[in-house]
């Protein structure tokens, strides 16, 4: 399995930027997905996530900037950012609850990350 994001980028601060991340490999089924972001000297942090039926949650810093949406049918999760602020500079991953078939387990899987920053 593995889960491929992409869509960084440099953008001016009020500017907007959308991540795409796409899973693929031998799925069974895909539960929660997210978004986390680690900040040069901070640790990572939950930006936002959805489950398969649709829920989301977001991180207090982002709500009503951002949101999180995810196609089923192509294993796919979005964020779509708006309103970036120079503090939303970050390397940006993705992750996925996973079940893989034959083995049925259950694993958390990273993308690869991809980075954003916010500067005039």
């Known amino acids: 399995v593995q889960l491929q994001a992409y869509g960084g980028g440099l953008v001016q601060p009020g500017g907007s930027l959308r991540l795409s991340c796409a899973a693929s490999?031998?799925?069974?089924?895909?539960?929660?997905m997210g978004w986390y972001r680690q900040a040069p000297g901070k640790q990572r942090e939950l930006v936002a996530s959805?489950?398969?039926?649709?829920?989301?949650n977001y991180a207090d810093s982002v709500k009503g900037r951002f949101t999180i949406s995810r196609d089923n049918a192509k294993n796919t999760v979005y964020v779509q950012m708006n309103s970036l602020k120079p503090e939303d500079t970050a390397v940006y991953y993705c992750?996925?609850?996973?079940?893989?078939?034959?083995?049925?387990?259950?694993?958390?899987?990273w993308g690869q990350g991809t980075e954003v920053t916010v500067s005039s």
């Open positions: 490999g031998s799925i069974f089924s895909i539960n929660a």
């Open positions: 992750n996925a609850d996973i079940i893989v078939p034959l083995s049925w387990t259950r694993g958390t899987y």
């Open positions: 959805i489950t398969n039926g649709g829920r989301t």
